[in-house]
């Protein structure tokens, strides 16, 4: 049997979590997921983990080198463009194939009141029309737009307790990890008497209750667009990922079996 391929894995989504699983189990693979550390306790991972950044372009070719990578499965939220444009670059100069794994963006359906903005300023530009109370679940680096606008009450999702040194909007920290369902998104909004509800396009089912609760609610949600990836291989699905995983391993052999 040939060396496994060695896999590096960027993560830091349930989608990366659920794959890293799967080919844990794959004797023929030897898989790192790697995390930016930005969850103070991240859900367990299976096989070998890192934490933290590469040092940008030049660290990551560093360690794709050093480390021997074959591949690399880009699997980082839809947000995290900065990981997955460094990827791309530093793919291409270590001429490492590279796979980016991105799921489906949610569509607006019947119901649905989306005010679709660029970013997180431009949502904080919206605010005035909509009413004083909103419901911001958008990462801990997204909520600076959000800070010192004094005529709004922002009730703010997180996963970890804020930092005692992090400026928050004006308001009340929920902390809470997905899946959520829809009754209790129902539940929060009405508690605290939401006018409005502020997203991201993170796409899933983990997080999606909080539109749906917006959409039975009839409350506007403002939704901000994903930026654009970087060029290059995409798929949408686990499955898609391992039949490109499957092609390469299949090369591979065929290349080991050459070298006999
Ligand atoms: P980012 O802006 O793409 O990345 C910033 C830096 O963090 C990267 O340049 C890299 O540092 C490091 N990094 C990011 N992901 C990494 C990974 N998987 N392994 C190693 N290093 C990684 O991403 P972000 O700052 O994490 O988040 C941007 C947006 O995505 C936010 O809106 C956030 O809420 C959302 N998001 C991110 C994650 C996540 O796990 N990253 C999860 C959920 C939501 P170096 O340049 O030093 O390599």
Redesign the pocket.
């Given at each position: 049997m040939s060396d496994p391929l060695r896999v590096l894995l960027?993560?830091?989504?349930t989608d990366a979590a659920a794959l890293g699983r799967q080919l844990d189990r794959d004797p023929r693979v030897a898989v790192t997921t790697?995390?930016?550390?930005?969850?103070r306790s991240p859900a367990p991972l299976p096989g070998k983990t890192?934490?933290?950044?590469?040092?940008?372009?030049s660290?990551?070719a560093s360690y794709l080198r050093s480390e021997g990578i074959d591949l690399l499965i880009d699997a980082?939220?839809?947000?995290?463009?900065?990981?997955?444009?460094?990827a791309a670059t530093a793919c291409a100069a270590t001429d490492t194939p590279r796979l980016h794994l991105l799921r489906p963006a949610w569509q607006e359906t019947e119901g649905d009141r989306w005010i679709r903005v660029a970013d997180r300023t431009a949502a904080a530009r919206r605010l005035e029309s909509l009413g004083r109370r909103f419901f911001l679940s958008?990462?801990?680096?997204?909520l600076g737009a959000f800070v010192g606008l004094s005529d709004y009450w922002f009730l703010i999702r997180m996963i970890d307790p804020p930092d005692p040194d992090q400026a928050l909007p004006t308001g009340e920290v929920v902390l809470g990890r997905g899946p959520f369902d829809q009754e209790n998104e129902m539940d929060l909004l009405r508690q605290h008497k939401i006018d409005a509800v502020i997203t991201?396009n993170?796409g899933g089912d983990a997080t999606y209750a909080k539109i749906a609760a917006a959409r039975e609610l009839d409350l506007p949600v403002i939704v901000i667009d994903r930026p654009t990836p970087p060029v290059g291989e995409s798929v949408t699905s686990a499955g898609a990922t391992l039949a490109w995983l499957e092609r390469h391993l299949a090369t591979n052999a065929i290349a080991t079996q050459d070298d006999r």
């Open positions: 960027l993560g830091g989504t790697s995390l930016a550390g930005r969850t890192r934490n933290g950044g590469f040092g940008g372009v660290g990551l980082t939220h839809p947000y995290a463009d900065r990981i997955s444009h460094n958008l990462g801990r680096q997204d991201k993170s």
